[in-house]
Protein backbone atom coordinates (compact mmCIF):
# COMPACT_ATOMS: atom_id res chain seq x y z
CA UNK A 1 0.00 0.00 0.00
CA UNK A 2 1.41 3.23 -0.86
CA UNK A 3 1.62 6.05 0.98
CA UNK A 4 -1.34 8.18 -0.63
CA UNK A 5 -3.57 5.09 -0.25
CA UNK A 6 -2.59 4.52 3.15
CA UNK A 7 -3.57 8.29 3.93
CA UNK A 8 -7.12 8.02 2.37
CA UNK A 9 -7.87 4.90 4.40
CA UNK A 10 -6.90 6.73 7.52
CA UNK A 11 -8.77 9.63 6.85
CA UNK A 12 -12.15 7.06 5.83
CA UNK A 13 -11.43 5.41 9.23
CA UNK A 14 -11.21 9.07 11.25
CA UNK A 15 -14.61 10.07 9.56
CA UNK A 16 -16.20 6.90 10.61
CA UNK A 17 -15.05 6.55 14.28
CA UNK A 18 -15.31 10.56 14.71
CA UNK A 19 -19.24 10.51 13.73
CA UNK A 20 -19.60 7.16 16.18
CA UNK A 21 -18.00 8.80 19.29
CA UNK A 22 -19.97 11.73 18.49
CA UNK A 23 -23.05 10.12 18.43
CA UNK A 24 -22.02 8.63 21.57
CA UNK A 25 -21.73 11.40 23.41
CA UNK A 26 -24.59 12.98 22.37
CA UNK A 27 -26.42 10.07 23.70
CA UNK A 28 -25.06 10.13 27.15
CA UNK A 29 -25.00 13.65 27.72
CA UNK A 30 -28.66 13.60 26.69
CA UNK A 31 -28.70 16.02 24.17
CA UNK A 32 -31.60 15.44 22.62
CA UNK A 33 -30.25 13.36 20.10
CA UNK A 34 -32.46 10.21 19.32
CA UNK A 35 -30.62 6.62 19.12
CA UNK A 36 -30.38 5.52 15.64
CA UNK A 37 -33.34 2.90 14.89
CA UNK A 38 -32.61 -0.16 12.32
CA UNK A 39 -35.49 -1.38 9.92
CA UNK A 40 -34.55 -4.56 7.54
CA UNK A 41 -35.82 -4.27 4.33
CA UNK A 42 -34.54 -1.34 3.06
CA UNK A 43 -35.67 1.87 5.33
CA UNK A 44 -34.81 3.16 8.42
CA UNK A 45 -36.56 5.76 11.16
CA UNK A 46 -35.15 7.78 14.21
CA UNK A 47 -37.37 10.22 15.70
CA UNK A 48 -36.52 13.19 18.26
CA UNK A 49 -37.54 16.20 19.57
CA UNK A 50 -35.18 17.57 17.17
CA UNK A 51 -36.30 16.37 13.73
CA UNK A 52 -36.77 13.13 12.25
CA UNK A 53 -34.48 11.14 9.29
CA UNK A 54 -36.58 8.59 7.27
CA UNK A 55 -34.13 6.57 5.62
CA UNK A 56 -34.72 4.16 2.68
CA UNK A 57 -32.99 2.04 -0.20
CA UNK A 58 -34.18 1.99 -3.46
CA UNK A 59 -33.40 -0.01 -6.43
CA UNK A 60 -33.13 1.55 -10.21
CA UNK A 61 -36.58 1.02 -10.80
CA UNK A 62 -37.59 3.41 -7.83
CA UNK A 63 -39.02 0.29 -5.60
CA UNK A 64 -37.71 -0.30 -1.95
CA UNK A 65 -34.99 -2.78 -1.70
CA UNK A 66 -32.56 -4.36 0.51
CA UNK A 67 -30.43 -6.24 -2.05
CA UNK A 68 -27.64 -4.90 -3.84
CA UNK A 69 -25.97 -6.83 -6.56
CA UNK A 70 -22.33 -6.91 -7.46
CA UNK A 71 -23.22 -5.31 -10.88
CA UNK A 72 -25.54 -2.74 -9.50
CA UNK A 73 -26.28 -0.58 -6.26
CA UNK A 74 -29.03 1.33 -4.86
CA UNK A 75 -29.73 4.68 -3.93
CA UNK A 76 -29.65 5.97 -0.81
CA UNK A 77 -32.59 8.17 0.16
CA UNK A 78 -32.99 10.47 3.25
CA UNK A 79 -35.59 12.84 4.19
CA UNK A 80 -35.53 14.91 7.15
CA UNK A 81 -38.39 16.95 9.16
CA UNK A 82 -38.15 19.33 11.64
CA UNK A 83 -39.82 19.07 14.86
CA UNK A 84 -43.66 19.85 13.49
CA UNK A 85 -43.20 17.01 10.20
CA UNK A 86 -42.54 19.76 7.74
CA UNK A 87 -39.28 18.96 4.68
CA UNK A 88 -36.64 20.83 6.01
CA UNK A 89 -34.97 23.29 3.79
CA UNK A 90 -32.50 22.62 1.06
CA UNK A 91 -28.67 23.01 2.18
CA UNK A 92 -28.93 20.72 5.29
CA UNK A 93 -25.76 18.76 5.49
CA UNK A 94 -26.61 15.22 5.84
CA UNK A 95 -23.27 12.29 6.38
CA UNK A 96 -23.89 8.86 5.30
CA UNK A 97 -21.76 5.99 6.53
CA UNK A 98 -21.38 1.88 5.66
CA UNK A 99 -20.50 -0.07 8.18
CA UNK A 100 -18.59 -3.20 6.42
CA UNK A 101 -16.79 -3.41 2.91
CA UNK A 102 -19.15 -5.11 1.09
CA UNK A 103 -20.43 -1.75 -0.22
CA UNK A 104 -19.01 2.09 -0.55
CA UNK A 105 -20.92 5.44 -1.21
CA UNK A 106 -20.84 7.35 -4.50
CA UNK A 107 -19.57 10.34 -2.85
CA UNK A 108 -16.08 10.10 -1.57
CA UNK A 109 -16.54 11.64 1.69
CA UNK A 110 -20.45 10.73 2.21
CA UNK A 111 -21.82 13.80 2.47
CA UNK A 112 -24.38 15.37 0.60
CA UNK A 113 -27.28 18.22 0.96
CA UNK A 114 -30.97 18.12 1.46
CA UNK A 115 -32.84 19.67 -1.46
CA UNK A 116 -35.83 21.94 -1.58
CA UNK A 117 -38.02 19.02 -0.63
CA UNK A 118 -35.52 18.00 2.52
CA UNK A 119 -34.60 14.86 0.59
CA UNK A 120 -30.71 14.01 0.30
CA UNK A 121 -29.80 11.32 -1.85
CA UNK A 122 -26.41 9.38 -2.07
CA UNK A 123 -25.75 6.00 -4.58
CA UNK A 124 -24.64 2.85 -2.54
CA UNK A 125 -22.38 0.40 -4.52
CA UNK A 126 -21.32 -3.00 -4.19
CA UNK A 127 -17.45 -2.93 -2.42
CA UNK A 128 -15.39 -5.31 -1.89
CA UNK A 129 -17.18 -9.02 -0.88
CA UNK A 130 -20.47 -9.91 -0.02
CA UNK A 131 -22.50 -10.31 2.84
CA UNK A 132 -24.79 -8.16 5.39
CA UNK A 133 -24.09 -4.73 5.76
CA UNK A 134 -25.21 -1.04 7.61
CA UNK A 135 -26.32 2.38 6.22
CA UNK A 136 -26.51 5.26 8.69
CA UNK A 137 -27.41 9.04 7.91
CA UNK A 138 -26.72 11.49 10.28
CA UNK A 139 -28.01 15.32 10.72
CA UNK A 140 -28.27 17.95 12.61
CA UNK A 141 -31.94 19.44 11.88
CA UNK A 142 -32.80 21.78 14.85
CA UNK A 143 -30.40 22.83 17.44
CA UNK A 144 -27.51 21.11 18.05
CA UNK A 145 -28.42 17.54 18.57
CA UNK A 146 -27.68 14.70 15.78
CA UNK A 147 -30.58 12.34 14.25
CA UNK A 148 -29.64 9.62 12.82
CA UNK A 149 -31.56 6.55 11.08
CA UNK A 150 -29.86 3.43 9.92
CA UNK A 151 -30.94 0.58 7.60
CA UNK A 152 -29.62 -2.65 6.65
CA UNK A 153 -28.85 -4.68 3.50
CA UNK A 154 -26.95 -7.17 2.19
CA UNK A 155 -24.72 -7.55 -1.74
CA UNK A 156 -25.25 -11.16 -3.18
CA UNK A 157 -22.69 -12.30 -5.61
CA UNK A 158 -23.50 -11.62 -9.42
CA UNK A 159 -24.95 -14.56 -11.25
CA UNK A 160 -24.78 -15.79 -14.14
CA UNK A 161 -27.67 -15.43 -16.72
CA UNK A 162 -27.89 -18.96 -18.60
CA UNK A 163 -31.42 -18.62 -20.06
CA UNK A 164 -34.14 -16.02 -20.14
CA UNK A 165 -37.79 -17.94 -20.28
CA UNK A 166 -41.29 -16.80 -21.74
CA UNK A 167 -43.28 -16.40 -18.80
CA UNK A 168 -46.96 -15.41 -19.55
CA UNK A 169 -49.05 -13.33 -21.47
CA UNK A 170 -52.03 -11.16 -20.21
CA UNK A 171 -55.04 -11.70 -21.46
CA UNK A 172 -54.42 -15.07 -21.13
CA UNK A 173 -55.91 -16.42 -24.98
CA UNK A 174 -53.29 -13.95 -26.63
CA UNK A 175 -55.84 -12.12 -28.63
CA UNK A 176 -56.25 -8.24 -28.34
CA UNK A 177 -58.48 -6.16 -30.15
CA UNK A 178 -57.55 -3.49 -33.21
CA UNK A 179 -57.14 0.04 -31.72
CA UNK A 180 -60.53 1.67 -30.73
CA UNK A 181 -62.41 -1.32 -30.35
CA UNK A 182 -61.54 -1.98 -26.31
CA UNK A 183 -64.47 -2.04 -23.91
CA UNK A 184 -65.08 -4.31 -20.75
CA UNK A 185 -63.48 -7.79 -21.28
CA UNK A 186 -61.86 -6.31 -24.38
CA UNK A 187 -57.95 -5.13 -24.14
CA UNK A 188 -55.68 -3.19 -27.08
CA UNK A 189 -52.55 -4.01 -24.72
CA UNK A 190 -51.33 -7.51 -24.02
CA UNK A 191 -48.69 -7.97 -21.40
CA UNK A 192 -45.58 -9.95 -22.31
CA UNK A 193 -43.34 -11.55 -18.81
CA UNK A 194 -40.14 -13.02 -19.37
CA UNK A 195 -37.76 -14.06 -16.68
CA UNK A 196 -33.89 -14.00 -16.58
CA UNK A 197 -32.88 -17.52 -14.86
CA UNK A 198 -28.84 -18.65 -14.04
CA UNK A 199 -27.52 -22.34 -14.18
CA UNK A 200 -30.11 -23.16 -10.49
CA UNK A 201 -33.34 -21.89 -12.75
CA UNK A 202 -33.26 -19.01 -10.03
CA UNK A 203 -34.26 -15.68 -11.13
CA UNK A 204 -31.41 -12.66 -11.81
CA UNK A 205 -32.47 -9.48 -10.58
CA UNK A 206 -31.10 -6.02 -12.24
CA UNK A 207 -30.48 -7.61 -15.40
CA UNK A 208 -30.76 -5.68 -18.57
CA UNK A 209 -33.16 -7.24 -21.22
CA UNK A 210 -33.51 -5.85 -24.83
CA UNK A 211 -36.80 -6.58 -26.76
CA UNK A 212 -37.61 -6.45 -30.32
CA UNK A 213 -39.97 -7.72 -32.88
CA UNK A 214 -40.26 -8.14 -36.72
CA UNK A 215 -40.91 -5.06 -38.47
CA UNK A 216 -43.72 -4.78 -40.89
CA UNK A 217 -46.91 -4.46 -38.66
CA UNK A 218 -48.45 -1.35 -37.29
CA UNK A 219 -48.11 -2.77 -33.61
CA UNK A 220 -46.30 -1.04 -30.80
CA UNK A 221 -43.75 -2.11 -28.33
CA UNK A 222 -44.02 -0.80 -25.59
CA UNK A 223 -40.28 -0.72 -24.81
CA UNK A 224 -36.94 -1.56 -26.33
CA UNK A 225 -35.55 -2.81 -23.17
CA UNK A 226 -36.52 -3.68 -19.63
CA UNK A 227 -34.36 -4.31 -16.00
CA UNK A 228 -35.07 -7.48 -14.44
CA UNK A 229 -36.85 -7.47 -10.72
CA UNK A 230 -35.93 -9.16 -7.90
CA UNK A 231 -37.66 -12.24 -8.77
CA UNK A 232 -36.02 -11.83 -12.40
CA UNK A 233 -38.90 -10.89 -14.37
CA UNK A 234 -39.53 -8.46 -17.08
CA UNK A 235 -42.60 -7.09 -18.15
CA UNK A 236 -43.35 -5.64 -21.67
CA UNK A 237 -46.32 -4.21 -23.26
CA UNK A 238 -47.41 -4.82 -27.12
CA UNK A 239 -50.24 -1.78 -28.25
CA UNK A 240 -52.48 -2.92 -31.12
CA UNK A 241 -52.72 -1.18 -34.22
CA UNK A 242 -55.60 -1.05 -36.76
CA UNK A 243 -54.99 -4.10 -38.57
CA UNK A 244 -55.68 -7.15 -38.41
CA UNK A 245 -51.89 -9.32 -37.48
CA UNK A 246 -49.91 -11.27 -35.58
CA UNK A 247 -47.20 -10.38 -33.50
CA UNK A 248 -44.15 -12.49 -31.84
CA UNK A 249 -41.84 -10.29 -29.16
CA UNK A 250 -38.01 -11.22 -29.09
CA UNK A 251 -35.91 -10.99 -25.76
CA UNK A 252 -32.23 -10.98 -25.17
CA UNK A 253 -30.30 -10.24 -22.31
CA UNK A 254 -28.67 -7.23 -22.85
CA UNK A 255 -24.60 -8.04 -24.28
CA UNK A 256 -25.34 -11.52 -24.71
CA UNK A 257 -26.56 -13.70 -27.23
CA UNK A 258 -28.98 -15.33 -24.41
CA UNK A 259 -32.22 -14.65 -26.51
CA UNK A 260 -35.83 -16.52 -26.80
CA UNK A 261 -39.34 -15.71 -28.17
CA UNK A 262 -42.95 -15.19 -26.77
CA UNK A 263 -45.80 -16.95 -28.14
CA UNK A 264 -47.47 -15.50 -30.72
CA UNK A 265 -50.10 -12.61 -30.03
CA UNK A 266 -52.96 -12.02 -32.23
CA UNK A 267 -54.28 -8.93 -33.62
CA UNK A 268 -57.87 -9.76 -34.48
CA UNK A 269 -61.27 -8.70 -33.82
CA UNK A 270 -62.33 -4.93 -34.94
CA UNK A 271 -65.11 -3.06 -35.17
CA UNK A 272 -68.49 -3.88 -36.15
CA UNK A 273 -68.78 -3.47 -39.59
CA UNK A 274 -72.33 -2.61 -41.42
CA UNK A 275 -71.58 -5.31 -44.37
CA UNK A 276 -71.08 -7.65 -41.74
CA UNK A 277 -74.17 -6.72 -39.37
CA UNK A 278 -77.10 -8.91 -39.94
CA UNK A 279 -80.37 -10.17 -37.96
CA UNK A 280 -82.35 -13.16 -38.69
CA UNK A 281 -85.67 -14.55 -37.32
CA UNK A 282 -85.49 -18.44 -36.48
CA UNK A 283 -89.10 -19.01 -37.72
CA UNK A 284 -90.03 -17.20 -41.06
CA UNK A 285 -93.47 -18.06 -40.31
CA UNK A 286 -95.74 -19.43 -37.31
CA UNK A 287 -98.98 -19.16 -35.79
CA UNK A 288 -99.62 -16.03 -34.02
CA UNK A 289 -101.84 -13.12 -35.26
CA UNK A 290 -103.94 -12.14 -32.59
CA UNK A 291 -102.62 -14.85 -30.37
CA UNK A 292 -100.55 -13.68 -27.39
CA UNK A 293 -97.34 -15.45 -26.31
CA UNK A 294 -96.46 -16.96 -29.32
CA UNK A 295 -92.15 -16.71 -29.06
CA UNK A 296 -89.52 -16.35 -32.14
CA UNK A 297 -85.47 -16.42 -31.32
CA UNK A 298 -84.10 -13.08 -33.27
CA UNK A 299 -80.32 -13.66 -33.51
CA UNK A 300 -77.82 -11.34 -34.56
CA UNK A 301 -74.35 -11.78 -36.03
CA UNK A 302 -71.35 -9.79 -36.10
CA UNK A 303 -68.09 -9.12 -37.34
CA UNK A 304 -65.65 -6.55 -38.33
CA UNK A 305 -64.27 -5.28 -41.26
CA UNK A 306 -61.94 -8.25 -41.99
CA UNK A 307 -64.53 -10.80 -41.41
CA UNK A 308 -63.73 -11.56 -37.87
CA UNK A 309 -66.03 -11.76 -35.09
CA UNK A 310 -66.48 -8.99 -32.97
CA UNK A 311 -65.39 -9.56 -29.07
CA UNK A 312 -67.62 -10.56 -26.97
CA UNK A 313 -69.98 -8.71 -24.82
CA UNK A 314 -71.11 -6.20 -27.30
CA UNK A 315 -74.56 -5.00 -26.98
CA UNK A 316 -77.22 -5.30 -29.75
CA UNK A 317 -80.21 -3.16 -28.74
CA UNK A 318 -84.06 -4.42 -29.86
CA UNK A 319 -87.01 -3.02 -31.17
CA UNK A 320 -90.21 -3.87 -32.96
CA UNK A 321 -93.27 -2.59 -34.35
CA UNK A 322 -95.36 -5.47 -32.73
CA UNK A 323 -95.34 -7.77 -30.15
CA UNK A 324 -92.79 -7.19 -27.41
CA UNK A 325 -88.46 -7.92 -26.73
CA UNK A 326 -87.54 -9.98 -23.97
CA UNK A 327 -83.55 -9.73 -23.74
CA UNK A 328 -80.64 -12.50 -23.56
CA UNK A 329 -82.56 -15.20 -24.92
CA UNK A 330 -85.79 -14.34 -23.43
CA UNK A 331 -84.16 -13.93 -19.84
CA UNK A 332 -83.75 -10.50 -19.50
CA UNK A 333 -86.09 -7.54 -19.30
CA UNK A 334 -83.95 -5.64 -21.14
CA UNK A 335 -85.02 -5.65 -24.84
CA UNK A 336 -81.12 -6.29 -25.83
CA UNK A 337 -79.04 -9.15 -26.16
CA UNK A 338 -74.86 -9.28 -25.57
CA UNK A 339 -72.98 -10.97 -28.66
CA UNK A 340 -70.64 -14.19 -27.63
CA UNK A 341 -68.44 -15.28 -30.38
CA UNK A 342 -70.20 -12.72 -32.66
CA UNK A 343 -73.55 -13.25 -32.03
CA UNK A 344 -76.40 -12.94 -30.00
CA UNK A 345 -80.34 -13.26 -29.43
CA UNK A 346 -83.19 -12.18 -27.95
CA UNK A 347 -87.35 -13.18 -27.92
CA UNK A 348 -89.68 -11.98 -30.19
CA UNK A 349 -93.05 -12.03 -28.36
CA UNK A 350 -96.46 -12.14 -29.52
CA UNK A 351 -98.69 -9.72 -27.63
CA UNK A 352 -100.88 -6.23 -28.56
CA UNK A 353 -100.74 -4.51 -30.81
CA UNK A 354 -100.71 -7.59 -33.50
CA UNK A 355 -99.74 -7.41 -37.15
CA UNK A 356 -99.75 -9.54 -39.92
CA UNK A 357 -96.06 -8.95 -40.56
CA UNK A 358 -93.76 -8.12 -37.24
CA UNK A 359 -90.59 -6.26 -38.25
CA UNK A 360 -87.81 -6.57 -35.60
CA UNK A 361 -85.20 -3.66 -35.17
CA UNK A 362 -81.15 -3.78 -34.26
CA UNK A 363 -79.15 -1.18 -33.37
CA UNK A 364 -75.41 -1.11 -32.91
CA UNK A 365 -72.51 1.30 -32.21
CA UNK A 366 -69.30 0.69 -33.46
CA UNK A 367 -67.67 4.32 -32.02
CA UNK A 368 -68.19 5.98 -35.03
CA UNK A 369 -71.81 5.93 -36.00
CA UNK A 370 -74.78 3.57 -35.09
CA UNK A 371 -75.51 0.43 -37.48
CA UNK A 372 -79.10 -0.40 -38.20
CA UNK A 373 -80.74 -3.25 -39.48
CA UNK A 374 -84.15 -5.34 -39.84
CA UNK A 375 -86.06 -8.44 -40.42
CA UNK A 376 -89.53 -9.49 -40.66
CA UNK A 377 -91.31 -12.38 -40.84
CA UNK A 378 -95.38 -13.43 -41.20
CA UNK A 379 -97.59 -13.87 -37.72
CA UNK A 380 -99.93 -16.40 -39.76
CA UNK A 381 -103.11 -16.34 -38.33
CA UNK A 382 -105.64 -19.35 -37.63
CA UNK A 383 -108.34 -18.79 -39.57
CA UNK A 384 -108.28 -18.87 -43.67
CA UNK A 385 -110.07 -19.61 -47.09
CA UNK A 386 -109.41 -21.50 -50.48
CA UNK A 387 -109.17 -19.61 -53.27
CA UNK A 388 -110.08 -21.15 -56.75
CA UNK A 389 -111.90 -24.18 -56.19
CA UNK A 390 -114.75 -25.52 -58.02
CA UNK A 391 -118.49 -24.47 -56.80
CA UNK A 392 -120.09 -27.04 -58.89
CA UNK A 393 -118.15 -29.92 -60.96
CA UNK A 394 -119.58 -31.64 -63.98
CA UNK A 395 -119.40 -35.33 -65.19
CA UNK A 396 -121.01 -36.62 -68.07
CA UNK A 397 -122.19 -40.35 -68.11
CA UNK A 398 -122.90 -40.75 -71.63
CA UNK A 399 -119.06 -42.17 -71.65
CA UNK A 400 -116.77 -43.37 -68.56
CA UNK A 401 -115.92 -40.15 -67.09
CA UNK A 402 -112.53 -39.56 -66.57
CA UNK A 403 -111.12 -37.95 -63.45
CA UNK A 404 -110.62 -33.91 -63.05
CA UNK A 405 -108.25 -31.51 -61.48
CA UNK A 406 -108.21 -28.49 -60.03
CA UNK A 407 -105.28 -26.26 -59.00
CA UNK A 408 -106.41 -23.33 -56.11
CA UNK A 409 -104.63 -21.67 -52.96
CA UNK A 410 -104.59 -21.35 -49.69
CA UNK A 411 -104.63 -18.04 -47.43
CA UNK A 412 -105.03 -17.06 -44.13
CA UNK A 413 -107.36 -14.07 -43.12
CA UNK A 414 -105.12 -11.35 -43.96
CA UNK A 415 -104.05 -12.22 -47.40
CA UNK A 416 -100.63 -14.51 -46.40
CA UNK A 417 -100.04 -18.53 -46.28
CA UNK A 418 -101.61 -20.55 -43.58
CA UNK A 419 -99.20 -21.31 -40.79
CA UNK A 420 -97.19 -24.29 -41.93
CA UNK A 421 -98.36 -27.39 -40.89
CA UNK A 422 -102.14 -26.40 -41.46
CA UNK A 423 -103.72 -30.37 -43.21
CA UNK A 424 -106.55 -30.36 -44.81
CA UNK A 425 -108.31 -33.54 -46.46
CA UNK A 426 -111.57 -34.38 -48.78
CA UNK A 427 -114.94 -34.53 -45.84
CA UNK A 428 -118.23 -36.40 -46.27
CA UNK A 429 -117.27 -37.56 -49.67
CA UNK A 430 -120.67 -38.57 -51.94
CA UNK A 431 -120.66 -40.51 -54.99
CA UNK A 432 -117.64 -39.39 -55.84
CA UNK A 433 -113.85 -39.53 -54.42
CA UNK A 434 -110.95 -36.94 -54.02
CA UNK A 435 -107.59 -36.55 -52.78
CA UNK A 436 -105.53 -33.44 -52.41
CA UNK A 437 -101.30 -32.54 -52.90
CA UNK A 438 -99.76 -31.39 -51.16
CA UNK A 439 -102.37 -32.08 -47.89
CA UNK A 440 -100.51 -29.96 -45.31
CA UNK A 441 -99.46 -26.67 -45.97
CA UNK A 442 -95.43 -25.61 -46.32
CA UNK A 443 -95.84 -21.75 -45.63
CA UNK A 444 -93.39 -19.25 -47.61
CA UNK A 445 -90.02 -18.83 -47.32
CA UNK A 446 -90.63 -15.21 -47.78
CA UNK A 447 -92.49 -12.53 -46.33
CA UNK A 448 -95.19 -11.73 -49.13
CA UNK A 449 -98.65 -11.65 -49.89
CA UNK A 450 -100.64 -14.47 -51.12
CA UNK A 451 -101.11 -18.26 -49.96
CA UNK A 452 -99.86 -21.73 -50.93
CA UNK A 453 -100.51 -23.79 -53.70
CA UNK A 454 -102.15 -26.59 -53.92
CA UNK A 455 -104.42 -29.46 -56.26
CA UNK A 456 -107.74 -31.73 -55.99
CA UNK A 457 -108.47 -34.73 -57.85
CA UNK A 458 -111.74 -35.19 -58.31
CA UNK A 459 -112.78 -38.94 -59.23
CA UNK A 460 -116.35 -39.70 -60.20
CA UNK A 461 -118.11 -42.68 -59.24
CA UNK A 462 -117.69 -45.76 -61.86
CA UNK A 463 -120.94 -46.20 -63.19
CA UNK A 464 -123.13 -42.66 -62.95
CA UNK A 465 -126.75 -42.14 -64.70
CA UNK A 466 -127.91 -38.97 -65.66
CA UNK A 467 -129.28 -36.89 -62.70
CA UNK A 468 -127.06 -38.20 -60.06
CA UNK A 469 -125.61 -35.98 -57.42
CA UNK A 470 -122.43 -35.69 -54.96
CA UNK A 471 -120.25 -33.46 -53.06
CA UNK A 472 -117.27 -33.23 -51.19
CA UNK A 473 -116.12 -30.71 -48.03
CA UNK A 474 -112.48 -29.35 -47.93
CA UNK A 475 -111.64 -27.66 -44.46
CA UNK A 476 -108.51 -26.41 -42.69
CA UNK A 477 -106.86 -27.13 -39.37
CA UNK A 478 -104.64 -24.84 -37.98
CA UNK A 479 -101.53 -26.21 -36.00
CA UNK A 480 -103.44 -25.11 -32.93
CA UNK A 481 -106.17 -26.63 -33.74
CA UNK A 482 -108.65 -23.99 -35.43
CA UNK A 483 -110.78 -25.18 -38.04
CA UNK A 484 -112.10 -22.89 -40.83
CA UNK A 485 -112.87 -22.50 -44.76
CA UNK A 486 -115.23 -25.46 -44.79
CA UNK A 487 -116.10 -25.26 -48.60
CA UNK A 488 -118.47 -27.39 -50.72
CA UNK A 489 -118.08 -28.42 -53.84
CA UNK A 490 -121.46 -30.01 -55.53
CA UNK A 491 -120.97 -32.55 -58.43
CA UNK A 492 -123.38 -33.35 -61.16
CA UNK A 493 -123.55 -36.25 -63.59
CA UNK A 494 -125.68 -35.48 -66.86
Not at 262 to 286: C, M, Q, R, W
Not at 338 to 350: D, E, H, P, Q, Y
Request: proline share 4%; with cysteine; aromatic share 6%.
Amino acid sequence: MNQTSMGCHVAKLFRFFSAILLIALLTACGGGGGSAGSVSGGSGVSQTPNGKIQLSLLDQAGVTSSHISSSSGLLAKATLTNSSGAPVGPGVLVTFVVVGSDATLSSTNGTTLTDSNGVAIIGLKPGVGTGAGTLTASAIIVGTAVVTASTTFDVKPNATPVAINFVAAVPSDKSIVIKGAGGILRSEVALLTFAVVDASNTGIADVKVNFSMLPGTDVVLGASTGITDPSGKVTVTVSSGSSVTTVVVNATVNGTSINTKSDTIAVTTGLVSNAHFDIYPEKLNLEAFNIAGIENKITAFLADANGGVVADGMPVAFTTDSGAIVGDDGTKDTARCLTKNGACSVIWRSQAPFSATPTVFATVSNGLIVLAKSTQFTANASYGMFVGLPVTVNFLCATPPAPKSFDFSIVDQNGYSMPTGTTFTPLDMTNVTATVFPATVTAKAAVSLGGTGHSITITPKASCVAGDKGHLFLELTSPKGSKSGATRIDIVYQ
